[in-house]
């Protein structure tokens, strides 16, 4: 099955400082790559466990005794390690976008380039589909969605016409909904709409930003002092959530002061934001928005 190269592979797996005897775990296994260069680096005692909802991703686990793959979302990172006998771990990563076998296979839904069935599910047993969210939802729900998660401000205007369209026929197919919205789509900015109204549905079908949010909150009690977080983002939202966790321990707002006017975070920043070079976005296209930060455990 085709997985392409994971974005900053040697930054991101640099990034959890592993020591060789440690425990890791990589949130979103996809096709292995960031999984297999971790145990490239592990030594005999070492141990790696990996967490994907998507059902493809398990013809890609790895033969390995020190490996172990939990077909389940990262949002239930701490309870699947402790069903696992692990209270704490040495790293964890994540890369948070869809995989490149996700955008490539036609059916899944995810990407603009192909006619498909409106799905856009990483998890296939999952009930809400993009299906769901273009045909169920009502106007102010489906501008919201495009206003918070794709960030158009076309937004009010595009979940009128799409609630008008489908009272005559569902919008079953990318095709039509590309259809229904086409005088929002200049053709200069066709692909950059698109993909603007594609996320935006996606990340309201796989409820991206509350599982991000989840799974940060638990990574201070999974780290050991001294272990690393290495976290890669695609869009504004997540690298904005991601940034913020690491400088508060919150994503809103400033975390209590003592008397002396310091406040106490759980996780400190290790080097500045890293981000791909030109040699790999012409390499992988993909890369081209992705922000890698790291942190540490205190």
Do not use: C, W
């Amino acid at each position: 099955m085709e997985y392409h190269n994971p974005v900053l592979l040697k930054e991101t797996v640099d990034g959890l400082n592993i020591s060789p005897d440690g425990i890791y775990v990589d949130v979103t296994f996809g096709g292995g790559g960031h999984s297999k260069e971790i145990l490239k680096r592990l030594g005999d005692k070492g141990k790696l466990y990996a967490f994907d909802q998507d059902s493809d991703a398990l013809k890609n686990t790895i033969d390995d005794d020190r490996f172990t793959l939990i077909h389940e979302n990262f949002r239930f990172l701490k309870r699947f390690l402790r069903f696992h006998g692990v209270r704490q771990v040495d790293g964890i990563l994540a890369d948070f976008g869809v995989s490149s076998h996700q955008f490539d296979v036609a059916e899944r839904g995810f990407s603009t380039r192909f006619e498909a069935d409106l799905d856009m599910r990483m998890n296939q047993a999952s009930e809400l589909s993009a299906f769901h969210v273009v045909n169920e939802y009502d106007e102010e729900q489906i501008k919201q969605v495009l206003l918070q998660y794709g960030e158009l401000r076309a937004a009010p205007a595009m979940a009128k016409l799409i609630v008008e369209s489908r009272a005559k026929q569902p919008i079953v197919t990318s095709e039509q909904l590309k259809a229904v919205l086409k005088k929002f789509l200049p053709p200069r900015f066709e692909n950059k709409v698109l993909a603007q109204i594609y996320q935006a549905i996606r990340i309201e079908v796989n409820q991206e930003i509350e599982v991000l949010k989840e799974f940060l909150m638990q990574t201070p009690e999974v780290l050991k002092p001294g272990g690393r977080l290495s976290l890669i983002s695609y869009h504004s939202l997540e690298d904005r959530l991601v940034k913020r966790f690491i400088r508060n321990g919150m994503f809103s707002g400033e975390p209590e002061r003592d008397m002396y006017g310091n406040f106490e975070v759980p996780l400190k920043k290790v080097n500045g934001l890293i981000v791909p070079t030109a040699e790999e976005i012409k390499i992988n296209n993909r890369a081209r928005s992705a922000k890698l930060r790291i942190a540490e455990k205190l």
